[in-house]
Nanobody, 119 residues
Framework: QVQLEESGGGLVQPGGSPTLSCEASGIIFSRYSMAWYRQVPGQQRELVAAITGVGYKHYADSVKGRFTISRDDAKNTMYLQMSGLKPEDTAIYYC?????????????WGRGTQVTVSS
């Protein structure tokens, strides 16, 4: 059974620097591209940052220079270091694991962790 478990969310003051973690089980983690998405109620889920199995990284323009995505394949864990948080960063942050292979596409989601930026 595949599980993606996010942690590290909560109430953060503007300008704060929390780190989100996503621990995966049930998959060969190193083969998957991993990503963080976020969603505000009533809005579409949006890509925040992604990292491939070989370490290529992509960021949404809104978080470039403030967020850093990384992964530790030995720990089956992905991270999102956040800094300079703004109220508009408030959202539920979701972990995603995706693999395109000859046998099909495998796409898994975590349940999300709430990040609220407020003083």
């Amino acid at each position: 059974q595949v599980q993606l478990e996010e942690s590290g969310g909560g109430l953060v003051q503007p300008g704060g620097s929390p780190t989100l973690s996503c621990e995966a089980s049930g998959i060969i983690f190193s083969r998957y591209s991993m990503a963080w998405y976020r969603q505000v109620p009533g809005q579409q889920r949006e890509l925040v940052a992604a990292i491939t199995g070989v370490g290529y990284k992509h960021y949404a323009d809104s978080v470039k220079g403030r967020f850093t995505i990384s992964r530790d394949d030995a720990k089956n864990t992905m991270y999102l270091q956040m800094s300079g948080l703004k109220p508009e960063d408030t959202a539920i942050y979701y972990c995603n694991a995706k693999l395109n292979s000859r046998s099909g596409t495998y796409d898994y989601w975590g349940r999300g962790t709430q990040v609220t930026v407020s003083s």
